[in-house]
């Protein structure tokens, strides 16, 4: 009796219910158009190699199938199944790689197959080394299996390789509280941005520096602009509080200066933009740099706080609208936003 590894026993299963699906309509020939009946033999001739163990004649009839019919379903899946047995996850995935690309009625199907293989830790780093290329597949891939709750370890090195799920997968942890993995996995993802190089906030000058939010700058409304070279933008019109922008921020303990650099029209005693830095979690702390009158002309305002030493490890920075003591609109340009230590007088 000829006995198949689990990761063959997998994809051949994964095979079978790939193949009932996609050939209902053409069952007979099991190609992604009205296929050549040509490839059909050297199909049946490799599934029988493969029944007698001999997977270098099979996997020959398949590579010959192909050629004949590079769409073929079925020996598409064969030689994948083929390629895990002796060891050659590359070729799996790049063969299930490619009908995902050419086969677009069934994606879905392909991709359940990169999602099984990339599930195994022995073909893993075969997937993982694909997405380096940035394949069709990717962030697909990437979305699939945060919704499947993968394990953790390959959640991050498959976001890793797939910057724009960073923003996704970071924002999971934070829902489930993991702050500090959110933030080194952050680090990560920045390839080895020393830490002492980072100031807060990232990208204070508003270049549209590479980085997922939360810790870079994370859009909340649609009255708010990252215009790299000018500056963030916020048109507020009221008529309760507003959230333009934010972003998480890891300063340590201590005193500080938060100075803004803003243009932009307000009234005195009118509705106005503040920066407002709070605890993460929040605690009740709160300081707001607050410009009474903003103007067309550009000014630096300042406002200094003191960044608690308990539970504050992690700081959310925002611009907020807030209501006056009479209907006004407001719009700001902020050209700059530091924070820096403070020396105590």
């Known amino acids: 009796m000829i006995r198949r590894s689990p990761a063959a026993l ?57 050629r004949r019919s590079p769409r073929h379903r079925q020996a598409t899946l064969l030689r994948a199944e083929a390629a ?129 939010a939360p810790f870079n700058w994370r859009l909340l409304s649609r009255q708010a602009e990252l215009a790299p070279g000018d500056g963030l933008h916020a048109a507020y019109f009221g008529p309760g509080p507003t959230v333009f922008a934010e972003q998480i921020l890891a300063a340590p303990p201590g005193l500080y200066r938060l100075s803004a650099t803003m243009r932009g029209r307000s009234e005195p005693g009118g509705a106005t933009l503040q920066w407002v830095v709070r605890c993460m979690p929040e605690t009740g702390f709160e300081a707001r740099l607050a410009p009474a009158t903003l103007t067309e002309q550009a000014q630096t305002y300042f406002a200094a706080i003191e960044i608690p030493a308990s539970d504050c490890s992690f700081q959310r920075l925002s611009i907020e609208g807030v209501p006056g003591a009479r209907a006004s609109r407001a719009s700001a340009v902020t050209e700059q936003i530091r924070l820096r230590p403070d020396a105590p007088d």
């Not at 790689?97 to 677009?104: L, P």
């Not at 069934?106 to 999602?115: I, P």
């Open 84 to 212: 895990l047995a002796v060891g050659d996850a590359a070729r799996a995935v790049s063969l299930i790689g490619e009908m995902y690309t050419i086969d677009d009625p069934n994606r879905d199907a392909w991709l359940g197959a990169l999602v099984d293989i990339a599930r195994r830790p022995e073909h893993r780093p075969a997937v993982l080394s694909a997405l380096e290329t940035g394949p069709l597949w990717a962030v697909p891939l990437s979305n699939r299996l945060i919704d499947d709750a993968a394990p953790p370890d390959l959640l991050f090195e498959s976001a890793r390789r797939t910057p724009p799920v960073q923003e996704r997968y970071l924002h999971g942890l934070l829902q489930d509280g993991r702050i500090e993995h959110a933030y080194l996995a952050w680090l990560e993802f920045q390839q080895g941005q020393p830490v002492e190089d980072l100031t807060w906030p990232y990208d204070g000058v508003f270049e549209g520096l590479s980085g997922a």
């Open 10 to 66: 997998l994809i051949a299963l994964a095979a079978i219910a790939v193949l009932w699906t996609m050939t209902a309509p053409t069952r007979t020939n099991g190609a992604v158009a009205a296929g050549p009946l040509a490839a059909e033999p050297l199909v049946e001739a490799a599934i029988a190699y493969t029944a007698l163990g001999d997977h270098a004649r099979s996997i020959a009839a398949l590579d010959a199938a192909l």
